[in-house]
């Protein structure tokens, strides 16, 4: 268990009784070939026979041998130029222009444990005994540049990690084209890519198609991981489902551009990898100058993509996520965006804060329009101080008067913008990132600060800090409102400029660690217009990320089903807002808005002063019920039972040793329909189950066999059709169960 050497074949054996991942040295050239990825296999002195050789058509490496073609070997990190003509994982230029590579073994290195890759966000251990991680080191003799290949394999998850470093120890620089975290090369084509689509407001759909030769990809050139792809792709095999068959996952680290792609060659054979986009990035390495990549995460399961998925949740909950908040329930909040907008003042706000309260809600979250004059988008980003017309006490007055109201207090900033007219951008027209000679666009009437600059960094810190420290702040809500265009820094060379987007980003890893540094116990919740930087290297830092700016509850089974591909319940931000929904103009029953958002963080996003005495009664029940099960919904076990985005039921389950929360969705209702059951999963077959509010008592096995009836009659008070009550379109049920004594 562990990592295995075979010394004289040089062979690399990572296993650990779930997956297996095995490569070797070739002879000849000191590349590494690819062996084997999957299902933990046992080990043995010599792997020799998952070499495969042809003779083929084609260019090869060494005179005398025709089955020396890198196109034809699978490889672990291959480069272009020297007989592979597949897209390559790598790319370095020498000042003379040239640009082949040939990295060649020189000697590994087993550690205990994970290093870490800071400056950049990546999962850790605890223990030194939870990981071990091979470091592979190869050199380049015209180059002057070592390679090192990192490969972690946890103790107890099906989990690979990996990234690569180069360290130029020659006397010239070059330039580093491509440098992916990592590529794999995989033996057929029989896969569906799955990855998660959207845009503002219907992030993280899920699509999936058959893989087909040539390159598929997604990919990032905005400067954020996007609202448009998120970080991640998975292999399915054909036949997998939710819950059984082969999937590899593929999980970015990283919160900037990003490449995901797979490319089928003409053999059927599958390259996948995954890395900074290479597109609009250039980084000058000089002389013993060392240039780290981000980390990318695979999982492997053979329990179908919601295997996949809680092996991701468990990493990300536990060793990815950090700090005060990683292993408390987080409070329930109520925020004012959709309350008021930009249009409050402080009686209003103390209103809402009143309210909550008597309602149980723990944390108000003041949002956007609280700073400068900003009364609309237009303006103020940038002037982080409270406006005394709105707020005559200022944050602090303001933070205080809630605090004793029995209310903690959260606030809005979105640190990496600035607006016209602000006092910041009057003292540094420079400081945003614009390319000389050509008109800055806007977005959202704002314009993007050089966060690859240290002193933009430093003086947004102070900014920030001198709120923070003097008001009593619980929770930082982090927009991000628009992407990058005209990238282009002035305090960086000419043969620089591929490398503002990934400064950039180091730029904002390095002020959100500064922040949760000096203030550990403040609760982080990122968010990029909604969803736009829900990712695995925002996770590093916050905690919670707000999912979507859509509340509606029918939207979000698809947006939060797709997040939850990836991402634990405890980050995805949801909230109950007021109806009709304010992006879609649905009316769904109050009931069902909280159904959904208790999968996830919960929290509210409406005017509570609006709500009828009833609905004030069910959002006391609602807070009431969340505090009690926000441990579970926390950390037990999530399992998408029917998440298929056409389907018009959509069905979730948490469960953890003796308790289980399910929720059934319809989105519209039908009549006379067929009979249905929900089949639920993760229960002990054994051992007997109470479901709330029924009389009987099932099994863990009939239940997850048989199911739960969903059918009407299921009260056992048959009534003619005509004369029941109707459930309505988006209907939704929730079956709490509770393990109890036989
Ligand atoms: C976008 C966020 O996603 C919203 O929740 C809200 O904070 C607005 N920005 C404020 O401008």
């Known amino acids: 268990m562990g990592i295995q050497v075979n010394e004289e074949q040089k062979e690399f054996h990572l296993f650990n009784g779930e997956v297996s991942y095995i490569f070797r040295v070739i002879e000849k050239s000191g590349q590494l070939e690819h ?28 005179e005398g041998d025709h089955t020396s073609s890198f196109e034809h070997i699978k490889q672990e990190y291959p480069a272009f130029g020297t007989t ?88 010239e620089s070059v330039y580093v084209n491509n440098a992916m975290s990592a590529s794999l090369d995989l033996p057929d084509d029989q896969y569906e890519m799955v990855h998660l689509a959207g845009a503002w407001a219907r992030e993280t759909h899920k699509e999936t198609k058959k893989i087909t030769k040539g390159i598929q990809s997604i990919y990032s050139a905005r400067g954020a991981s996007s609202h448009v792809h998120n970080p991640f792709l998975a292999l399915k095999r054909l036949d997998a489902t939710e819950h059984s068959g082969e999937v590899m996952g593929f999980s970015l680290v990283y919160s900037g551009n990003f490449l995901a792609q797979v490319e089928v060659d003409t053999y059927q054979v599958t390259r996948v990898m995954m890395g900074i986009n290479p597109f609009l990035f250039k980084w000058k390495l000089n002389a013993e100058e060392s240039f780290q990549t981000p980390e990318c995460v695979m999982v492997y399961s053979d329990e179908g993509l919601n295997g996949m998925s809680q092996s991701y949740h468990a990493l990300y909950r536990d060793r990815l996520v950090r700090g005060y908040w990683r292993d408390r329930d987080r409070p329930v909040l109520i925020n004012n965006w959709e309350a008021t907008y930009f249009n409050f003042n402080e009686e209003k706000i103390l209103s809402i804060v009143d309210t909550a309260r008597e309602l149980g809600i723990e944390l108000f979250v003041l949002d956007d329009g609280w700073f400068g004059e900003r009364n609309d988008d237009t303006s103020s980003l940038g002037d982080w101080f ?20 029995g209310m903690k207090f959260g606030l809005w900033f979105e640190p990496e913008m600035v607006c016209r007219g602000t006092r910041l951008f009057e003292e540094h027209p420079d400081w945003i990132i614009q390319t000389p000679g050509r008109t800055a666009s806007h977005g959202r009437n704002q314009f993007v600060l050089d966060f690859s600059r240290p002193e933009v960094v430093e003086h947004v810190f102070t900014l920030m800090d001198n709120i923070l420290k003097k008001a009593e702040i619980s929770y930082i809500k982090w927009d991000m409102n628009r992407y990058i265009t005209e990238a282009y820094s002035p305090s960086l060379q000419a043969d620089q400029q591929g490398e503002v987007f990934h400064r950039y980003i180091l730029g904002v890893y390095q002020l959100l660690g500064r922040i949760t540094d000096n203030y550990p116990e403040i609760l982080l919740e990122s968010c990029a217009g909604g969803g736009a930087r829900f990712d695995p290297g925002m996770l590093y830092y916050s905690p919670q990320i707000w999912t979507s700016d859509n509340t509606d509850a ?149 239940l997850m066999n048989a199911g739960i009836i969903l059918s009407e009659d299921y009260t056992g008070r048959a009534q003619e059709f005509w004369q029941r009550e109707k459930p309505g379109d988006f209907a939704s049920e929730l079956f709490i169960l509770k393990a109890v004594k036989d």
């Not at 707020?391 to 205080?400: K, M, N, R, V």
């Not at 879609?584 to 159904?595: F, K, Y």
């Not at 056409?646 to 389950?653: F, H």
């Open 35 to 62: 062996l084997y990825y999957g299902r933990n296999i046992t080990h043995r002195r010599s792997f020799k026979h998952l070499i495969e050789r042809e003779v083929r058509p084609s260019c090869n490496r060494f």
């Open 84 to 171: 592979d003509y597949r897209y390559p994982a790598h790319r370095i230029t020498r000042s003379d222009g040239s640009s082949v590579t040939d990295f060649q073994y020189t000697g590994y290195q087993i550690i205990k444990g994970k290093p870490s890759l800071a400056p950049l966000p990546a999962t850790y251990v605890e223990e030194k005994e939870e990981a071990d991680t091979l470091v592979i080191t190869l050199y380049d003799s015209v180059l002057h540049c070592t390679l090192r290949l990192s490969y972690t394999i946890y103790r107890n998850r099906n989990v690979i990690c990996r990234n690569a470093c180069f360290v130029n120890e020659g006397s």
């Open 386 to 405: 409270a406006n005394k017309k709105k707020l005559p006490g200022g944050i602090e007055g303001l933070s205080a008067k809630v605090n004793e109201a």
């Open 554 to 702: 029918v939207e979000r089974l698809k947006i939060q089903s797709g997040a939850s591909l990836v991402y634990p319940l405890s980050s995805i931000g949801s909230h109950v807002s007021e109806i009709p929904n304010h992006q879609v103009g649905r009316l769904t029953p109050i009931e069902s808005r909280a159904n959904t958002a208790y999968f996830g963080t919960f929290g509210y996003e409406l005017d509570p002063g609006k709500l009828n005495k009833e609905e004030k009664q069910q959002v006391k029940q609602q807070v009431a019920f969340f505090k009690q099960y926000r441990g579970l919904i926390r950390k037990g076990s999530f399992y998408r039972l029917q998440a298929d985005a056409d389907l018009n039921d959509v069905a979730w389950m948490v469960v953890s040793k003796d308790e289980a929360i399910v929720l059934s969705f319809r989105i519209l209702a039908k009549p006379n329909d067929s009979y249905r059951r929900l089949k639920l999963k993760g229960l002990e077959p054994e051992k007997l189950y109470k479901i709330e509010g029924k009389e009987t008592t099932h099994y863990g096995d009939e």
